[in-house]
């Protein structure tokens, strides 16, 4: 087994295959301006931090998400600038000044900016983030030499790196020249395609950390070391040493379980644990508003501010959970759910008749057919459209929206009243501890599958949904994300000879440190590890919150999971090889569901 003990140490230089990399020595102020004009960069952009990246290798003349060469030549730079900035505050709580909150809050909601769908507008970047950027590493270099100097310290210069960045302009081109070497392509010139590969899985791991983290915040959970760990991380992720990479990953692994665990104490401390709850699918009239994205913060205010309005409210696709939360579930205008995954939004927007609000990701570019209609909120953005700033948030712009609008009528619904079923958290299922580990002795329950992740676009996901329609009777799967939209109003019902149905839906994404509950909780049970369980991962990614639940898994040392739809196009031939033989990770198998069915039922636990 390699877990913890194996890999967070970043210790894995002995690793022979990783110690045939070239080490190469830190980038000189002359690299950095060679860069700029590097033929490698003269594309419009160079992105593949997600799942749906063009031919599964990168987007080159503009994202398949809609994020424009612009935009994303202004994360590059953001990105790196941050970098800067958590070299200047861990060496700075290294000499022992105070801590900076605003700065440790800054660095997690604008990665999470940069995130697959999140914020798409060029002058959030420009106006804001990037100039707030330089405001607070001038703040950090300053109280970096203060401490110095109060400790008799002669302070590091940082010369010709991104923590000696300084905002000299703030026109677009400028900024954009700034950008050029800052960028993946730039990247593997300068680190080599191995090493910046590595650098690129742990960067893409903590942005969905920051995103987890920008929640449990909101929520009134964060901690000083997690932030802290950020920062070291992001402080030294330009190391050119393979082997510590890996082990920075793990430790991505180590400090986003960290996060989960806060997000599970935020959401359950506020709104109770959730409880098995129907959640009707089909709409009732009266005026409405449609919730997207992941924030319950956010939905609870909307609540409050609509409860009396006569506005009904629904949520929309991973806020679909929220209805088994007591302390959400308890005001009655929280109807239901309307549509299903983030990418049938063009569609299923359209047809909403009321405003829509986006909390977080994912966002695509609006139609115009509801163009007018739709609101963003904390780290998400689309240009010109109306933004809700702050974290205690005005909605009456809103609900005055939806008063004026006809909302759904008798008329316009059709078809029979459906139902599905969701608030399977962790406290329930393990309320039931007794009974399950009973079931299996008995042999009524023979295995597990943790199916869960993130949908998307490709007509491949449906192997997910072919994965668990196939799945004996005798089985259980445990899901969370999006990507159960693929099967959870498919009637697989209960497990014979139990009271367990045969889908247990387990929340959000931001929901998976249940599910590691869960599984330790069985393994423990019947006296062996989560390896030793008969319990398969098929788990399905789109973005750089996967990435970060990937590496948590890898961190506890979970092995043979099948990811997919595809592998990330960020990691090498080399490194999905170290995975492969390290942890048994493979792509799922989409083009022969029952192979891969038969492979996860016959496997050796």
């Not at 999470?112 to 100039?131: G, I, M, Q, R, S």
């Not at 950090?140 to 010709?160: H, I, L, N, W």
């Not at 359209?350 to 695509?364: E, Q, R, S, Y």
Request: aromatic share 8%.
């Amino acid at each position: 087994r390699c877990g913890k003990n194996a890999l967070s140490s970043g210790t894995f230089s002995q690793s022979a295959m990783f110690s045939r990399l070239a080490i190469r020595s830190k980038p000189t102020l002359a690299s950095l301006r060679t860069l700029r004009t590097a033929p490698a960069l003269r594309g419009d952009m160079f992105c593949q931090q997600c799942e749906q990246t063009e031919g599964g290798k990168g987007c080159t003349t503009i994202g398949v998400c809609g994020k424009t060469p612009q935009v994303a030549a202004l994360q590059d730079l953001l990105v790196d600038n941050l970098k800067g900035l958590s070299t200047l505050l861990h060496n700075a709580r290294l000499m022992g000044a105070p801590e900076n909150t605003q700065a440790n809050r800054f660095i997690l909601d604008s990665l999470f900016a940069t995130l697959t769908n999140v914020n798409f507008d060029e002058k959030y970047f420009e106006t804001k983030l990037l100039p707030e950027t330089a405001t607070l590493m001038a703040d950090a270099r300053k109280s970096y030499e203060d401490a110095c100097k109060k400790a008799g310290k002669t302070p590091q210069k940082f010369e010709a790196t991104s923590a000696d960045w300084h905002m000299d302009r703030t026109d677009a081109g400028w900024l954009l020249e700034q950008a050029k070497p800052r960028g993946v392509l730039a990247h593997k010139a300068q680190y080599g395609e191995e090493v910046s590969a590595l650098q690129e899985m742990v960067v893409y791991g903590l942005k969905g950390v920051a995103a987890y983290g920008a929640h449990a915040r909101l929520l009134g959970k964060e901690d000083t070391a997690v932030y802290a760990k950020v920062q070291e991380l992001l402080a030294g992720v330009a190391t050119t040493d393979a082997g510590k990479l890996v082990g920075m990953a793990m430790d991505v692994g180590a400090t986003n379980l960290n996060v989960l665990k806060m997000l599970d104490e935020g959401h359950t401390s506020k709104f109770g644990h959730p409880v098995p709850t129907p959640v009707k699918v089909t709409p009732v009239p009266g005026q409405c508003i449609l919730i997207s994205g992941h924030d319950m913060h956010d939905l609870e205010q909307l609540l409050q501010q609509t409860e009396g309005t006569g506005v009904n409210v629904y949520t929309h696709g991973e806020m679909l959970p929220a209805h088994g939360y007591p302390g959400l579930k308890k005001y009655k205008h929280l109807v239901g759910n309307y549509g299903g995954p983030w990418q049938l939004q063009k569609f299923e927007f359209a047809k909403f008749p009321g405003p829509i609000v986006m909390t977080t990701n994912c966002l695509i570019e609006p139609r115009k057919s509801y163009a007018d209609r739709i609101y963003t909120a904390n780290a998400v953005g689309w240009p010109k459209v109306p933004h809700i700033n702050g974290d205690a948030k005005d909605f009456s712009a809103v609900i005055k929206q939806a008063k004026g609008m006809e909302g759904f009528t008798e008329k316009s619904i059709k078809g029979p009243e459906q139902s599905i079923t969701v608030g399977f958290g962790h406290n329930t299922i393990l309320s039931l501890a007794g009974e399950v580990v009973k079931a299996v002795q008995q042999g009524h329950v023979k295995h597990f599958f943790v199916i869960g992740g993130c949908d998307g676009n490709e007509g491949e996901r449906n192997y997910y949904r072919d994965l668990a329609l196939g799945s004996p009777t005798d089985s259980v799967i445990l899901t969370l994300g999006c990507g159960k939209y693929r099967f959870n109003k498919a009637e697989l019902g209960m497990v014979p000879n139990t009271p367990f149905p045969r889908v247990l839906d387990m929340g959000q994404c931001n929901d998976a440190y249940g599910a590691v509950l869960v599984a330790s909780a069985l393994a423990n049970a019947f006296k062996t590890d989560i390896n030793g369980l008969p319990i398969s991962f098929a788990i399905s990614w789109f973005e750089q919150k996967a990435v970060a639940v990937l590496l948590t898994l890898l961190h506890l040392g979970v092995k043979n999971i099948a990811l997919g739809p595809n592998l990330p196009a960020f990691i090498t031939p080399a490194t999905q090889k170290f995975l492969s033989d390290t942890f048994g990770l493979r792509r799922a198998d989409v083009e022969h569901v029952g192979k891969d069915l038969e492979k996860f039922l016959t496997a050796k636990h």
